[in-house]
């Protein structure tokens, strides 16, 4: 069964399933089916829902741009910003909204394994919080962050995770942003990233709560994180028919969570 912990660490909830995903198209040989449709617009049915103006969902057109050299980041605009002034390359969304008085909060996304360094960073908008800002960004009262992390390392490998959260300070330090409401999500090796960056021991206190998708905390240290992660509200979702990581990586953090706050 797929795991979700809502609230806290101490309040363990039903088991909720993640519907299974629609198979993808067939791409042309040596193509990746989740990047072909990046090379030319496809034909196809608009979008439903929100979505039914802006395209077809066979065209990635929300991908973002570059941010030029010199120049601030937009609201109300995803961008791509290159590693710079000490700070790891990310995808950056600020609403164009009226912020409230404390600020934007602020939404942090880590990607899974395929959208690491050296594939480019704009790929890191093909799924989750990040596509949604690039497709309905009128959509969204929060600010969304999406660091890029290289292939080979670990989000809460402690050069990586410094990082993340320089980004988080240097985005409340230039932008209405409450730092008081700065929350972590991630997906599959985000999602591990999640876990672990969420009960790192330097900077499990930024976190106002977690909500990883398909992870879970390492086996070695599981207990040690999941105290750690006692105080902390948690969402966690994972898909039973995951064959990349199994559903039970979740169940067992979830269970060593519970277990932890009692």
């Not at 040989?29 to 039914?52: F, K, S, T, V």
């Not at 741009?65 to 000490?86: H, I, M, S």
């Not at 600020?103 to 596509?131: C, D, K, M, N, Y």
Request: charged share 20%; hydrophobic share 35%; with cysteine.
């Amino acid at each position: 069964a797929a795991s979700r912990l809502s609230g806290s660490c101490a309040s363990p909830k039903k088991l909720s399933r993640r519907p299974k995903s629609r198979r993808r198209p067939r791409a042309s040989r040596g193509c990746p089916a989740n990047i072909e449709p990046m090379l030319e617009p496809q034909p196809g049915a608009d979008a439903p829902d929100r979505y039914e103006s802006r395209g077809s969902w066979s065209y990635t057109w929300w991908l973002p741009d570059d941010l030029p050299e010199g120049e601030a980041v937009p609201l109300g605009t995803q961008v791509c910003v290159p590693a710079r002034g000490g700070l790891p390359p990310h995808l950056a969304f600020v609403p164009y909204k009226q912020p409230p008085d404390r600020g934007h909060p602020v939404l942090v996304f880590l990607h899974g394994s395929g959208e690491s360094a050296p594939t480019p960073l704009r790929r890191v908008a093909l799924q989750g919080p990040p596509q949604t800002a690039g497709r309905d960004p009128a959509s969204l009262d929060f600010a969304v962050l999406s660091p890029q992390k290289p292939a080979g390392r670990e989000f809460a490998d402690d050069e990586i995770a410094r990082g993340v959260v320089k980004l988080v300070d240097a985005y409340v330090a230039s932008h209405r942003i409450d730092a008081s409401r700065v929350y972590l999500t991630g997906v599959s090796a985000g999602g591990v990233g999640c876990w672990g960056l969420g009960a790192h021991a330097k900077y499990r206190a930024r976190w106002a709560a977690i909500a990883p998708i398909c992870g879970g905390l390492r086996s070695r240290g599981m207990r040690h994180g999941a105290r750690a992660l006692a105080a902390t509200p948690v969402w966690c979702f994972h898909g039973a028919n995951d064959d990349v990581l199994p559903v039970s990586m979740s169940d067992t953090t979830v269970d060593a969570c519970a277990r932890a706050a009692r």
